[in-house]
Nanobody, 125 residues
Framework: QVQLVESGGGLVQRGGSLRLSCAASGFNLDYYDIGWFRHIPGKVREGLTCISSSDGSTYYADSVKGRFTTSRDNAKNTVYLQMNSLKFEDTAAYYC??????????????????WGQGTQVIVSS
């Protein structure tokens, strides 16, 4: 059974940093592209990252490019999201999932499957 578990969220001051972890159980992350998305209640889910299983290439949404970095440690079966220079608008529930690129009305988007329970990030002043 594919299962992902997110952790590392919490309360952080604006401008601070957090590192989220996405641990896999029941399957080997080596063979899957894994990404992060976030959700704010009442808003559309926002895809943030996707890291390739084949060559480690990455995708970042414009909203987090230059501030967030995703990486993978296949030996630990874990994917990370390093979040720096956090802003108030980064407050959300963060999820990791198996990601795949799709074209929607000519625009590249990412979809996610098999996400876990999420981890909450709150950015305060």
């Amino acid at each position: 059974q594919v299962q992902l578990v997110e952790s590392g969220g919490g309360l952080v001051q604006r401008g601070g940093s957090l590192r989220l972890s996405c641990a896999a159980s029941g399957f080997n992350l080596d063979y899957y592209d894994i990404g992060w998305f976030r959700h704010i209640p009442g808003k559309v889910r926002e895809g943030l990252t996707c890291i390739s299983s084949s060559d480690g290439s990455t995708y970042y949404a414009d909203s987090v490019k230059g501030r967030f970095t995703t990486s993978r440690d296949n030996a630990k079966n874990t994917v990370y999201l390093q979040m720096n220079s956090l802003k108030f608008e980064d407050t959300a529930a963060y999820y990791c999932g198996v990601c795949r690129a799709t074209m929607n009305d000519g625009y590249l988007e990412y979809e996610y499957d098999h996400w876990g329970q999420g981890t909450q990030v709150i950015v305060s002043s």
